[in-house]
């Protein structure tokens, strides 16, 4: 079944040159388009996508504010694949802390786009790049450092979690781990449980803030 992908942007080219490079997938279908945030909801409802790619700044709602609203308005939310001009936007961060997925730019190559978009529908890995993961650290605190330590994830659980924040995949940590998917499934559900996180996007910012990783 085709990946379906909702378009939000507030410009006719940037929306025009994503959906040339998504269509020309035969596993991925653009079901819509808006020009801004607020009118993600009604769309989201109705079409039902499995993937919005959200520009992260809009003139009426922005990408974060258009995140928060779809994450407390619909009960099983897409994912949300956060599109941006500047990878160290701050605005970027604070869209994946509200519960985006995932992060592409708009100059990115038409293979990498298509690359983000099965990436975060698949749910197994993200992008978070080198300037990202900087503003996350940045953003640490003593709350997130208690939140890690009350978590008191296992060696196991620990290291699954830093693989996680390099972006691996659970088959690709599968194979790093020298165990069976299945068991990196279960080692990452547990994860999620023990920081409250959502998905792995929120672990892994877990991870930064509370600096149980360091970004390189």
């Known amino acids: 079944m085709a990946v379906s992908v909702l378009l939000v942007d507030d410009e006719p080219l940037v929306r025009a040159g994503l959906r040339a490079v998504l269509e020309a997938q035969q596993d991925i279908e653009v079901v819509g388009e808006a020009a801004d945030g607020a009118a993600v909801i009604p769309l989201v409802r109705r079409l039902t996508p499995d993937v919005i790619a959200m520009d992260v700044r809009m003139p009426l709602m922005d990408g974060i504010e258009a995140t928060r609203a779809v994450l407390r308005a619909v009960p099983q939310p897409p994912k949300i694949l956060v599109v941006t001009t500047f990878e160290n936007d701050e605005y970027v961060y604070e869209a994946l802390r509200a519960g985006a997925d995932g992060f592409l730019l708009k100059r990115a190559r038409p293979a990498e786009i298509v690359h983000a978009v099965r990436l975060v529908a698949s749910g ?42 390099r972006g691996l995949s659970n088959a690709e940590i599968a194979a790093e781990l020298v165990v069976g998917v299945q068991t990196v499934k279960t080692h990452v559900s547990a994860v999620l449980a023990k920081l409250g996180a959502r998905d792995r996007t929120q672990a892994v910012i877990a991870a930064y803030e509370s600096g149980f990783v360091a970004p390189r």
Do not use: H, I, K, W
């Open 124 to 165: 197994e890995s993200l992008l978070f790049p080198a300037a990202v993961r900087q503003l996350a650290a940045e953003y640490g605190t003593s709350e997130a450092r208690a939140a890690m330590d009350r978590a008191a994830l296992t060696e196991r659980e620990s290291a699954v979690l830093r693989l996680m924040a």
